[in-house]
């Protein structure tokens, strides 16, 4: 009888607990609010940063971060005309070029972004620039750090796990936090699934299209990406589908995207 009423909860937790995901509509699980994730992104995006180091390069500094408030203007604009201004709560954008010569850039929740240096002469303009940034603003407007955290929290942890993660218990709620962002070591970062993966590469498009930035360049910056023989870095390409299928996979979605391209 006890193990029924836990089960229903559960269930009645998990119908409760869903959100909408931004323009694709999809239904995700949300188990934790983002007042209590931000917080803790917010604090280990000021670690990352500390350790750095920041580039000096002030050129492709300048780049990144003229991208980023373009798209987060564009991004900002769209929720405010769908009237979901209210998903952007506690959101504070930062955009920074950390010297690495890694493949990699990743976006936490609340909208702190990093790119590492290594990824630079891929990117190679404002424009390849956009189709990272347009995927990883697209992964903290999708809300997809929270909902792995979510899903992790009802696959490896029991009721009473959720119960404290759900504000009653700080430190467990952060420890949580910490195994499903993946941020343990310097460089690991976010994990998402295949399929957030593909979400956000769709919402990317739109995200850059809006912007002013010409989506068709996305497959060019993932070819430009398989011609470098792109290995193994943590959320940029681990669980990414593989090149060929993401490429065809974007050109289908550039249809779509182009209607938001304004020049
Ligand atoms: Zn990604």
Redesign the pocket.
């Known amino acids: 009888m006890k193990n029924i009423s836990i089960i229903l909860s559960l269930a009645g937790l998990i119908l409760y607990g869903c959100a909408t995901v931004p323009v694709t509509g999809r239904k995700q699980l949300k188990l934790v609010s983002n007042s209590e994730i931000i917080p803790m992104a917010t604090e280990q995006y000021k670690t990352v940063l500390k350790e750095g180091p920041i580039s000096s390069n002030q050129e492709q500094t300048a780049m990144v971060k003229t991208v980023g408030v373009r798209i987060q203007k564009a991004v900002e604009k769209y929720m405010a005309d769908n009237k979901l201004s209210k998903e952007l709560e506690g959101f504070a954008w930062e955009f920074n070029l950390i010297e690495q010569d890694v493949v990699n850039a990743?976006c936490m929740p609340g909208g702190k972004v990093a790119f590492y240096t290594g990824i630079m002469p891929v990117c190679r303009d404002e424009l390849g620039i956009a189709v990272v940034m347009g995927?990883?603003v697209a992964?903290a407007i999708a809300n997809?750090g929270r909902e792995r955290m979510s899903k992790g929290l009802v696959t490896q942890m029991g009721m009473s796990t959720i119960g404290a993660a759900m504000g009653q218990n700080p430190s467990l709620t952060k420890q949580i936090f910490m195994q499903s962002i993946g941020m343990g070591s310097q460089l690991g970062m976010?994990k998402?699934s295949r399929q957030?993966?593909s979400e956000?590469?769709k919402i990317g498009l739109i995200f850059m299209a809006m912007a002013g930035y010409d989506p068709n360049e996305a497959p060019k910056f993932w070819e430009r990406m398989k011609a470098t023989g792109g290995g193994g870095t943590p959320?940029?390409l681990s669980?990414?589908p593989s090149h060929e299928s993401r490429i065809e996979e974007l050109k289908a979605a550039i249809p779509e995207a182009m209607k938001y391209y304004k020049k």
């Open positions: 990743w995927h990883e992964h997809h976010l998402f957030n993966e956000a590469d959320e940029f669980t990414h």
